[in-house]
Nanobody, 128 residues
Framework: QVQLVESGGGLVQAGGSLRLSCAAS????????MGWFRQAPGKEREFVAA????????SYADSVKGRFTISRDNARSTVFLLMNSLKPEDTAIYYC?????????????????????WGQGTQVTVSS
């Protein structure tokens, strides 16, 4: 099972930016579809962004579209989430997730149950 380690979270003022990173172990990162999810206190985990194994296809939640950008560097087995124009409602624990054994260059998922490995999460706090 792949191990995922997120980093880059922190405290930022509204309107600021953060870049989250998720480093994956394992030798087949090229066959992983990746996703970012978040969970705020008292709320269910929700989809943020997803990217196909080649980076060819991406998807975003409506609430972050135009502000967040997901990308990946397969040579470094790392996926990123660049978050701009942050709002207080973006405050949450952000989780990286992977789906292994993917061969379609365009596959991604917005559904948590489609992912088989999860990171421990990184806290993002946006102050008003």
């Amino acid at each position: 099972q792949v191990q995922l380690v997120e980093s880059g979270g922190g405290l930022v003022q509204a309107g600021g930016s953060l870049r989250l990173s998720c480093a994956a172990s394992g030798r087949t990162f090229n066959n992983y579809a990746m996703g970012w999810f978040r969970q705020a206190p008292g709320k269910e985990r929700e989809f943020v962004a997803a990217i196909s194994r080649t980076g060819r296809s991406t998807s975003y939640a409506d609430s972050v579209k135009g502000r967040f950008t997901i990308s990946r560097d397969n040579a470094r087995s790392t996926v990123f989430l660049l978050m701009n124009s942050l709002k207080p409602e973006d405050t949450a624990i952000y989780y990286c997730a992977s789906r292994s054994g993917v061969y379609s260059s365009s596959y991604y998922s917005t559904v948590p149950r489609d992912y088989d490995s999860w990171g421990q999460g990184t806290q993002v706090t946006v102050s008003s």
